[in-house]
């Protein structure tokens, strides 16, 4: 009985002590945590788990549990307390009507109004919350009615009744999987909850059919079996042509039930869909077949359907694709894996795990970001080895499943993995770990904000609020203060020991390791359009430079995927937007500055400016920027003094890229890529925005030569000298301006004088040397930064008499990759700075 006292549930704590044998009270530091137990001792053991909430606040501070269980199917009974019924209506303490709001979350609320009732209602509550589809049940008592005694007769509870699936349509599915040239299994939680996970493996390996798991179905096919392919879902999903999907609903992390057919020339996969009971079935999609009821009788009788065939489908040549793009994934996770990184990157934490995990562990993920790396790099040997909030996604559950995990498992590891957002829900809970005597290893990725809300706020806005937390919190610190141990680590090197420290512990342990928040996987929308559970990053949307060569989402499928260019646009906010005159203009700040910090930092000389081995500089002829023909590319412009959050005309500034023409490749069209316009009255002076001048006034200190355009004509209509500069076709500033947008970051250049724009070229070639860069606020984007070669650029330059010369300096041509994108190549980053 999981509980925190009140005394409006006395009698079931003297019920407890007094039973034979008594009944083991665990009591909690908030009511969140008992019901979270009581939902994950239903999901561990199949049966239904007990919480004992007092009234009032102790129901509702348990309701975001009840509702995880009804979205999960967990088996859980929750006993309310209710204010006295001889009382009712005249203002009691805590007196609330608690099963109307509990009635939308569980599968029955309702109040047994006399003692005699009582036993008789709990048997029911239990039965039918262990019974498919099952869920969590309400049941309050009123206060005066559960002091009181009655003398009933009690039959016995019913055994589990166990509904037959309909043969006709178990034979159909059958003759799908005959016709079937690509088919994937996909098997969900409520296989293991049904008890059906023999008879799951029995399918898989009887037929030979690829499958993917998810949720608590993780552990049903053993983590590196070869027909296990979760590793590669996107593959699997986009290229299957029947998809049976068992014990799991169509919702979005399914994609609604709908995979493949986005490429031009193909069709959506034929969907079978097959669950413990029929209200389960999908109503919204469009399936090929269904069926529903016991799952053991479901999956044994589509097997035999398909062995009783006149003759057996051939799916190896589809299997070994599948298995190759699994071998490929791990190969690129290797990288992640081991990664040296400085902040720690997340994965490097699984690398370290992974290997000290039994065979009989449970692990727990409480998290967003850094749960979603668990999520693809921790297998289960075993069914009912792993524990997660489910579709509801509720933060706060994993210190109650910790808890209910070391009860009913108290020889296996419990290991609970933490998000930093997560563990500020329920660390306090660590106290009942102590009190209880739960060794419980927890693992805490702290990062610091709410990584994957920060994200998506950027994309969407350029900005993001509330979505910071305190740097490098001191988790472990709280844990000591309760009673147990920890410790915090910053090197990669170090998070190993610490873990062996932790399991030797015998008390409650948290690792608190510090990561990279700019390592966070926000994955785009697009993945779950096109079948991706939402990993974080096993779904790169692709390299910020190149990105109409972008790689499909998931799976490390390398097709085009228009829909994740499109998000990866957005992302980079790279969409065009209207101009106040309805011009079209493109705001390219977070690729020019992420950009253009690296050349600065690179021209400073805080990193190696010499030529590569046989590598040859580029010179410029006539007058134009260098033609780097061979590497391809896009061009990219910093305006000075640009602070993000407002358009260009809005903030008073006019630049356009230098001769785009010969710096893009050979009939590459830039397109609005090409010039940045302003509005009319902005170019005269009006209505110009003021650039903070300090970072006190919230905004960071401008960077070294970066001056506002303000500060570079001075207020004020134009003069007429910088109109005219003798150039065949070209407006006199435009051209001036055109011509310094190539001069960008040269070492040694006066920073302090030279204001102009600056071009970045960006080019998607394999590094020879590579910088990894921590962006500073107000945009934060991981990425890789490499020199793959030296050019001369020539430009014009006006001195005040009026003349014009020609400059030649020599510069770097860089690339800019996503982090992952560079890992996933084997490719390590040599240095790491912060801007």
Same mark, same amino acid.
Request: aromatic share 4%.
């Given at each position: 009985?999981?509980?925190?006292?009140? /005394?409006?549930?006395?009698?079931?704590?003297?019920?407890?002590?007094?039973?034979?044998?008594?009944?083991?009270?665990? %009591?909690?530091?908030?009511?969140?945590?008992?019901?979270?137990?009581?939902? !994950?001792?239903?999901?561990?053991?199949?049966?239904?788990?007990?919480?004992?909430?007092?009234?009032?606040?102790?129901?509702?501070?348990?309701?975001?549990?009840? &509702?995880?269980?009804?979205?999960?199917?967990?088996?859980?009974?929750?006993?309310?307390?209710?204010?006295?019924?001889?009382?009712?209506?005249?203002?009691?303490?805590?007196?609330?009507?608690?099963?109307?709001?509990?009635?939308?979350?569980?599968?029955?609320?309702?109040?047994?109004?006399?003692?005699?009732?009582?036993?008789?209602?709990?048997?029911?509550?239990?039965?039918?919350?262990?019974?498919?589809?099952?869920?969590?049940?309400?049941?309050?008592?009123?206060?005066?009615?559960?002091?009181?005694?009655?003398?009933? %007769?009690?039959?016995?509870?019913?055994?589990?009744?166990?509904?037959?699936?309909?043969?006709?349509?178990?034979?159909?599915?059958?003759?799908?999987?005959?016709?079937?040239?690509?088919?994937?299994?996909?098997?969900?939680?409520?296989?293991?909850? %049904?008890?059906?996970?023999?008879?799951?493996?029995?399918?898989?390996?009887?037929?030979?059919?690829?499958?993917?798991?998810? +949720?608590?179905?993780?552990?049903?096919?053993?983590?590196?079996?070869?027909?296990?392919?979760?590793?590669?879902?996107?593959?699997?999903?986009?290229?299957?042509?029947?998809?049976?999907?068992?014990?799991?609903?169509?919702?979005?992390?399914?994609?609604?039930?709908?995979?493949?057919?986005?490429?031009?020339?193909?069709?959506? !996969?034929? @969907?079978?869909?097959?669950?413990?009971?029929?209200?389960?079935?999908?109503?919204? &999609?469009?399936?090929?077949?269904?069926?529903?009821?016991?799952?053991?009788? !479901?999956?044994?009788?589509?097997?035999?359907?398909?062995?009783? =065939?006149?003759?057996?489908?051939?799916?190896?040549?589809?299997?070994?694709?599948?298995?190759?793009?699994?071998?490929?994934? @791990?190969?690129?996770?290797?990288?992640? =894996?081991?990664?040296?990184? #400085?902040?720690?990157?997340?994965?490097?934490?699984?690398?370290?795990?992974?290997?000290?995990?039994?065979?009989?562990? $449970? @692990?727990?993920?409480?998290?967003?970001?850094?749960?979603?790396? /668990?999520?693809?790099?921790?297998?289960?040997?075993?069914?009912?080895?792993?524990?997660?909030?489910?579709?509801?996604?509720?933060?706060?559950?994993?210190?109650?499943?910790?808890?209910?995990?070391?009860?009913?498992?108290?020889?296996?590891?419990?290991?609970?993995?933490?998000?930093?957002?997560?563990?500020?829900?329920?660390?306090?809970?660590?106290?009942?770990?102590?009190?209880?005597?739960?060794?419980?290893?927890?693992?805490?990725?702290?990062?610091?904000?709410?990584?994957?809300?920060?994200?998506?706020?950027?994309?969407?806005?350029?900005?993001?609020?509330?979505?910071?937390?305190?740097?490098?919190?001191?988790?472990?610190?709280?844990?000591?203060?309760?009673?147990?141990?920890?410790?915090?680590?910053?090197?990669?090197?170090?998070?190993?020991?610490?873990? #062996?420290?932790?399991?030797?512990?015998?008390?409650?342990?948290?690792?608190?390791?510090?990561?990279?928040?700019?390592?966070?996987?926000?994955?785009?929308?697009?993945?779950?359009?096109?079948?991706?559970?939402?990993?974080?990053?096993?779904?790169?949307?692709?390299?910020?430079?190149?990105?109409?060569?972008?790689?499909?989402?998931?799976?490390?499928?390398?097709?085009?995927?228009? /829909?994740?260019? %499109?998000?990866?646009?957005?992302?980079?906010?790279?969409?065009?937007?209207?101009?106040?005159?309805?011009?079209? @203009?493109?705001?390219?700040?977070?690729?020019?500055?992420?950009?253009?910090?690296?050349?600065?930092?690179?021209?400073?000389?805080?990193?190696?400016?010499?030529?590569?081995?046989?590598?040859?500089?580029?010179? &410029?002829?006539?007058?134009?920027?260098?033609?780097?023909?061979?590497?391809?590319?896009?061009?990219?412009?910093?305006?000075?003094?640009?602070?993000?959050?407002?358009?260009?005309?809005?903030?008073?500034?006019?630049?356009? $890229?230098?001769?785009?023409? !010969?710096?893009?490749?050979?009939?590459? #069209?830039?397109?609005?890529?090409?010039?940045?316009?302003?509005?009319?009255?902005?170019?005269? +002076?009006?209505?110009?925005?003021?650039?903070?001048?300090?970072?006190?006034?919230?905004?960071?200190?401008?960077?070294?030569?970066?001056?506002?355009?303000?500060?570079?004509?001075?207020?004020?209509?134009?003069?007429?000298?910088?109109?005219?500069?003798?150039?065949?076709?070209?407006?006199?500033?435009?051209?001036?301006?055109?011509?310094?947008?190539?001069?960008?970051?040269?070492?040694?250049?006066?920073?302090?004088?030279?204001?102009?724009?600056?071009?970045?070229?960006? $080019?998607?070639?394999?590094?020879?040397?590579?910088?990894?860069?921590?962006?500073?606020?107000?945009?934060? *984007?991981?990425?890789?930064?490499?020199?793959?070669?030296?050019?001369?650029?020539?430009?014009?330059?006006?001195?005040?008499?009026?003349?014009?010369?020609?400059?030649?300096?020599?510069?770097?041509?860089?690339?800019?990759?996503?982090?992952?994108? =560079? &890992?996933?190549?084997?490719?390590?980053? *040599?240095?790491?700075?912060?801007?």
């Amino acid at each position: 009985m999981f509980t925190l006292s009140g /005394a409006h549930v006395f009698p079931m704590y003297d019920g407890a002590v007094n039973a034979g044998p008594p009944m083991r009270i665990l %009591d909690v530091r908030h009511e969140q945590t008992a019901a979270f137990a009581a939902e !994950a001792t239903g999901k561990l053991t199949r049966t239904p788990g007990l919480a004992v909430l007092t009234a009032g606040p102790g129901v509702t501070n348990g309701t975001s549990a009840i &509702a995880q269980a009804q979205f999960a199917g967990s088996p859980m009974v929750v006993l309310g307390g209710r204010a006295p019924q001889n009382r009712w209506g005249q203002g009691s303490l805590q007196e609330l009507d608690q099963p109307p709001i509990m009635a939308p979350i569980a599968k029955q609320s309702r109040t047994v109004a006399t003692a005699p009732e009582v036993a008789a209602g709990f048997d029911e509550a239990f039965t039918l919350a262990g019974s498919s589809h099952r869920g969590p049940v309400f049941v309050d008592v009123p206060m005066d009615e559960l002091f009181g005694s009655a003398e009933v %007769d009690r039959p016995a509870a019913p055994s589990r009744q166990r509904t037959e699936p309909d043969g006709d349509r178990l034979r159909e599915i059958g003759r799908l999987l005959g016709e079937a040239r690509r088919p994937v299994l996909i098997l969900g939680s409520d296989v293991w909850l %049904d008890g059906a996970e023999d008879a799951a493996l029995r399918l898989v390996e009887g037929l030979g059919l690829p499958t993917i798991t998810n +949720g608590m179905g993780r552990g049903l096919v053993p983590g590196g079996h070869p027909l296990l392919v979760t590793k590669a879902r996107g593959a699997a999903l986009n290229g299957a042509d029947l998809v049976v999907v068992v014990g799991t609903p169509l919702d979005f992390r399914l994609g609604y039930g709908v995979f493949g057919g986005k490429e031009e020339g193909t069709s959506p !996969a034929r @969907v079978v869909h097959v669950a413990d009971s029929a209200g389960q079935v999908s109503a919204h &999609a469009d399936l090929a077949a269904s069926a529903s009821g016991d799952l053991t009788l !479901a999956l044994d009788g589509v097997r035999e359907s398909v062995e009783a =065939l006149a003759s057996r489908p051939d799916w190896s040549t589809w299997v070994t694709e599948l298995q190759d793009s699994v071998r490929a994934a @791990v190969e690129r996770d290797s990288a992640l =894996l081991t990664a040296t990184a #400085d902040p720690i990157h997340p994965a490097r934490i699984y690398g370290e795990l992974v290997p000290r995990l039994a065979e009989d562990a $449970v @692990v727990i993920g409480d998290g967003g970001d850094f749960v979603s790396f /668990a999520g693809k790099f921790v297998e289960p040997q075993r069914p009912g080895g792993w524990l997660d909030p489910g579709p509801y996604g509720c933060l706060g559950a994993g210190m109650g499943a910790a808890i209910a995990a070391r009860l009913v498992r108290p020889s296996s590891q419990v290991v609970l993995l933490y998000g930093d957002g997560a563990a500020g829900m329920s660390l306090m809970d660590v106290d009942t770990l102590v009190r209880h005597d739960l060794p419980v290893v927890m693992v805490c990725g702290n990062n610091s904000a709410w990584a994957l809300e920060k994200g998506p706020m950027q994309m969407l806005y350029g900005y993001d609020v509330a979505a910071d937390l305190a740097p490098a919190t001191r988790y472990d610190d709280v844990v000591k203060a309760l009673g147990g141990a920890g410790e915090t680590v910053t090197d990669p090197a170090q998070i190993g020991p610490a873990m #062996d420290r932790a399991f030797a512990s015998g008390v409650p342990y948290l690792v608190n390791v510090i990561t990279d928040v700019e390592a966070a996987g926000g994955t785009p929308v697009s993945t779950r359009e096109t079948g991706e559970e939402a990993l974080g990053v096993d779904d790169d949307a692709g390299d910020l430079a190149g990105a109409d060569q972008l790689p499909a989402v998931g799976g490390g499928d390398r097709e085009p995927d228009q /829909a994740a260019v %499109d998000v990866q646009h957005r992302r980079l906010d790279l969409q065009g937007a209207p101009h106040r005159r309805r011009r079209e @203009v493109l705001d390219l700040h977070a690729g020019a500055d992420a950009g253009l910090a690296v050349v600065e930092h690179l021209g400073e000389g805080r990193a190696g400016r010499g030529l590569a081995p046989g590598e040859q500089p580029w010179r &410029a002829q006539d007058g134009q920027a260098a033609r780097p023909e061979r590497l391809g590319g896009v061009v990219v412009v910093h305006l000075p003094g640009h602070r993000g959050g407002q358009s260009r005309g809005d903030r008073g500034h006019r630049a356009s $890229v230098a001769d785009p023409d !010969a710096i893009s490749p050979p009939g590459h #069209d830039l397109g609005p890529w090409a010039s940045y316009e302003e509005d009319e009255e902005v170019r005269h +002076g009006q209505d110009r925005p003021q650039a903070p001048r300090s970072q006190e006034e919230g905004r960071q200190p401008r960077q070294a030569g970066l001056g506002s355009a303000h500060e570079q004509r001075g207020p004020g209509p134009r003069r007429p000298q910088e109109r005219d500069v003798d150039r065949p076709g070209r407006g006199g500033a435009r051209a001036d301006r055109r011509a310094g947008a190539a001069q960008h970051c040269q070492p040694g250049a006066d920073r302090g004088r030279d204001r102009r724009p600056r071009a970045v070229l960006l $080019v998607p070639q394999p590094p020879r040397e590579a910088v990894a860069v921590r962006r500073s606020r107000p945009y934060r *984007s991981s990425v890789i930064v490499t020199r793959t070669s030296r050019m001369l650029v020539s430009t014009r330059s006006r001195r005040p008499e009026g003349a014009t010369s020609v400059q030649e300096r020599e510069t770097s041509v860089f690339t800019v990759r996503s982090r992952l994108y =560079l &890992a996933r190549h084997g490719w390590q980053s *040599s240095r790491c700075f912060s801007i």
